[in-house]
């Protein structure tokens, strides 16, 4: 994919499964703006997705991520979009990302390998109780979901970084 491609790059995916940072290392590979849902609310809303599910409730939580994926497709200058992980769950959201300027990967792991991944990872309050189950169920009710919205699939397990990035850049030639 060329610089001057009017695509965004839209990363979607489970949580844990490195989104974020595979997004930083595409953007910069690009030469692209990277919009990551997760910061983008924090820095709007000033609170963490945490304190936002915890005051505010799921529902708010997934309004703030239907607007900021919005956003970020809407905006002018190609970049790499690093989604919320339930961003699929919602209709609008599926079909804002079939727009033709959206390239949809979808990063595909193991639920084992989300496990390792999110060990110790406190601001996902979705996995408080039992994060494997909690996994397992968030998998089986939205693979088929990114499925849908994905243009390409790449596997992250047993992948460094650099490969998984170098994946991506190529389903995105």
Excluded at 50 to 66: H, V
Excluded at 97 to 122: F, I, K, Y
């Amino acid at each position: 994919m060329s610089d001057a491609a009017p695509r965004h790059v839209v990363l979607v995916g489970m949580m844990g499964v490195g989104k974020s940072t595979v997004g930083r290392a595409v953007a910069a590979e690009l030469r692209r703006p990277l919009f990551d849902s997760d910061e983008m609310i924090e820095a709007d809303v000033g609170r963490t997705v945490r304190e936002i599910w915890k005051t505010d409730g799921e529902q708010a939580f997934r309004e703030l991520e239907t607007a900021t994926l919005r956003r970020a497709l809407d905006d002018e200058e190609p970049s790499v979009i690093a989604a919320a992980g339930g961003v699929v769950l919602s209709e609008q959201n599926r079909d804002a990302l079939q727009s033709p300027d959206a390239h949809v990967v979808w990063l595909l792991a193991e639920v084992d390998t989300l496990l390792e991944r999110v060990r110790n990872g406190g601001h996902r309050p979705l996995l408080d109780d039992d994060p494997e189950a909690t996994l397992r169920r968030m998998y089986d009710e939205r693979a088929e979901l990114y499925r849908e919205v994905a243009d390409a699939v790449v596997s992250v397990d047993n992948r460094s970084i650099n490969e998984v990035t170098r994946a991506v850049l190529r389903c995105c030639a």
